[in-house]
Every structure is written in C-alpha cells, then in structure tokens.
C-alpha cells in the first residue's frame, strides 16, 4: 500500500464498509489520517448510488420514576447494522444482530421526547420536543448535529422562536445538503395560528406559516415567511427522511382527498409538486394518510400505496431514456402475505432493496422482507435489548467528523 499514490488509497478505502474502515484506523497514523479526511468522504457520497445503505435504529423504551405513569422518563437507544451483517444470516428466521452504539450523552434530560428531525449522508440532527403549556410539541434547544459512528457532535445556535400572538399548532423538520455548494442544511417548518386579536399576524382562525433554515457552514438560523405550501398542515408526516435529488420530501392528503407529494429543493429553497402515480383506487374511495409512505430506493424517490384491500404496491420514480422522470409499479404484493405481520391500517414504509434481490419493509415496529422471484413474505427479528417502539431508517456511516459541514475541520 505504501506504493500507492494517495489518490488511489483513497479510492479504495472509499468502497469498504464502516466496519474495514474502522479496522484500518488501527494499522497506522497515515491511514487514520485519510480515513478521516474529507476526500475521502465526498469519494464515499459521490459513489453512494453503488452502495447498498445500512440500517439506523432508533430504538425507545420508558422508565418508571416510581411516583405516577405520567412522570416516567424516556429512554433512547441507537443501534446500527450493517448490510452485509444482516445477510449472513440463513435460519427461517432471519435476525439483525445491530451494535449497540453511544448513546448521546449531550442529552441529559431524558424526561423529553428525543426524536431524529432529519438524516443525510452519515449524520442525525437530534433534538428532544418540547411539550409547551399550550399542548404542541416544539423542538427544544440545543439541537445538535451527531455522527453516531464516531460520537462526535455538534450544537447547533439557539433555535428562537417569539411566539407574540400566536400559537405552534404544528412543526415540520428535514435535513439535507445542497449538491451545489457541499452547503447542510436543517429546516424546521412552522405552522401558527393567531390567539389573541392581532389582525397584522394573521386572520383569525387561518394558519400563518413560515420556514427556518440553519445553514451548518455559517451556524446562522434564517426566516422565509408564508412560502411553505399551507397543504402541508394536513400532513401526518412530521420529520422527513427521505432526501433524494437535492430535495426533502413529504407526503400529504390533501383536503380533497387526493395524494400529494410536496418537495423542497435545498439548493434555491424552493417548494414544488411531484407528480403522483396513477393509482388503482375504487371510485369515490375517501383516501388517509396511512396509505401511503414514502422513501428512497436505489437511489430513486419511492412510493408504497397500501389503500386497496388485495395488495400493497411499491412506486419508483425513475428516468426513462429520454431522462424523464415518471412512475413505475416496482412490486404488487398480495396482501394475504402481508397480514400476518401487519394490519391494513398499518402504514408500510419502503427501507432498502437486500442484497439478496428483496426489499425491506417497515410497518409499526416490525420488519419484512418480501422476495418478488418466489413471491414470499419473511419476518425479520431484530435483536435489541429493549424496546417499546422502532424506528429504523437507511443509513450509510461515516468516519468523518462533523467539524467538516461547517467548514472547520483542519488536517491533522
């Protein structure tokens, strides 16, 4: 290796899993030093559409304080898993075996909700919601920025918020880079109505809404007022994970009863609408939110549709040869294969396409792997210590640290 030019060692560091990595950190202080460069980071997302993402749980469970039910403490656990980990398993049922990783010790009161507000490319922003004496969950300062595989952390500035007049009655959030400038980027939306006669705020009655960007390169917070489409206040989805071309997304019925899916592209932080499938639904059908989630897959913006009765439908969006984008229907899963594991009402979200030709699923706390070729449904246990709920999400780790996103990372 020592012949090697270190272009070309970083090329090759760049396809090994976390795990290699982590293990050539310890051969020498050279290879520690381009493992943790941020060459070698923008080779590993640059050839992201080649790699098949890991898992992220974030894993819940609560404590009692021994005085009442409503004064127990949450506890939040993560675990990761990588991908070829999980598929060295064969039994009949297969298990995830994660590692148990630091728990976020910047958080000290554990009596607050932790919750993931957005995932991009290695890294959590990680908040605890605040429950306000007017009954709406707020994310609480501080928020930080976490790389869960070296536990490395950054806080963020102070998120401040004037409620004068007005009251949250919802908030949005999702975290993301713009491709352009290397730029991350959290955004918090915020729903409002008025509470008091303050005419110059809003109508009475009507939602004012507006749009907070932290931009991690300068560690400012800024305010865009009433560009957030108002559809969104009906959406059930509140953090958005799913970031693909540039964009966060969400999906929402709206007050029609028709599916929309609204992004927001990080780069000029404009809103748009994708268009949705044509969807085989009975006339007249009144359609919920839980039909529908939403997520990446093979790098292409992804679509379950659980509202028929007989099946659960899997839509990519992918470019045709004329570079169009447009819907295709990846999978048609019977639904009698899916109720052992999940209810109709259940909202099934789309994880990761396995290495072995399925596709992981998500549905409540459970995980399943459907296979197309022998059209079979498979549980997937998850070996955890303890949970009371779960919440897993596509991760690739990263050895980088997160001194890097706001420009203050010098070689060692």
Known sequence: MERLTRDITMDILSRLSIRSLIQCTCVCKTWQNIISHPTLYFNQSSSSSTTTPDLFFHCVYYEESGRSYVDRFQVSDFYFSEQQQDDDDDDDIPIIKPDKIVYAPFFINSSKYLNVLGSCNGFLCLSTLWNSPSNYFFPSDPIYVFNPITGEHLELPNFEFQPDCRKIVKFMSGFGVDFLTQEYKLVILLFCKEISSCSDVCESGSVMNEMRVCNLRGLTWRKRMRNVPNVLVEASQVFSYVFVNGCLHWSVIDQNSRLQIVSLHLGNEEFGDIETPDLDM????????????????????????????????????KKNINGNEHWIKQYSIQR???????????????????????????GNNSLVAYNAESNTVKFLNVAIERADSLKAFPFVGKLISVRVLCGQWTEQ
């Open 336 to 362: 009698e294969l899916m109720d052992p594991y999940f209810s109709s009402s259940t909202v099934v979200q789309p994880l990761r396409y396995q290495k072995n030709a399925e596709i992981l699923l998500q």
């Open 282 to 317: 009975l006339s007249g059908c009144r359609l919920k939110s839980d039909y529908f989630a939403i997520g990446v897959l093979d790098e292409s913006l992804s679509l379950v549709d659980s509202s028929r009765a007989q099946c659960v439908d899997v839509w990519l969006r």
